[in-house]
């Protein structure tokens, strides 16, 4: 992956910073998903 650097404006911080929160907010959530899928306890409630 490529890394692009560029000199941000303070609209461009502050997308990038709200962008980042939610991408670990998602990271989170499928950690979550991950860590919990192996029990039956889980997906008792889908089925």
Known sequence: MAMIVFIPG???V???FLG???LN???AVIALVVKLA???EF???LF
């Open 25 to 27: 907010v998602i990271l």
């Open 38 to 40: 192996p029990r039956e």
């Open 20 to 22: 980042s929160m939610v």
């Open 10 to 12: 303070p609209a461009d």
């Open 14 to 16: 502050e997308s990038a």
């Open 43 to 45: 997906f008792s409630p």
